[in-house]
């Protein structure tokens, strides 16, 4: 017998939000939102399995595009979404555009590192904690088995010592 998980609640909503891909920032429109994900209107089509990053003020969410139809899309989120606090901020941008302009007398900012950039980083320097702990385990035993060895050969040496001593 197959059996089906409830489908969680979802709330109705039209929330302005800006959705960074590996492209770069676009506009988008959240037409409907539960804690676990939400359904995303924007003019840029967004491909399936594609991760992305969508703010709203101060408020984050980082979530993996599930389906894609034309110029909506489902995001399962990574984190558990607050839905409260994502409606409650005000309907502005997230203020990246003022972050992207460059004042008087400094260098215009870096160009974002897309996500996909991110977690190959990511996996990167978790390949390279790994690497170290392994070397740093095989020392440790290589250093013991020195230890061993060497006192186990010094032993003989030391009786040949007594007997020749005078």
Known sequence: MV???NRETRRTVRISVRVRTDAGWIDATVRNLST???MLDSPQPLRRNQFVEVTRGHRR????IVWSEAERCGLHSQDMIDI????????TPSGVERRSQSRAGTPAPRRPVGIADQAHFARLVG???ERGALVIAGAAVAALIAAAAL???ARPFEQVDAVLAP
């Open 3 to 5: 059996t089906w998980r």
């Open 36 to 38: 676990r994900g939400m």
């Open 61 to 64: 969410v980082v979530g993996r």
């Open 84 to 91: 409260a606090g994502l409606l409650a901020t005000p309907g």
């Open 127 to 129: 390949r390279t904690i």
């Open 151 to 153: 006192d186990t050969l």
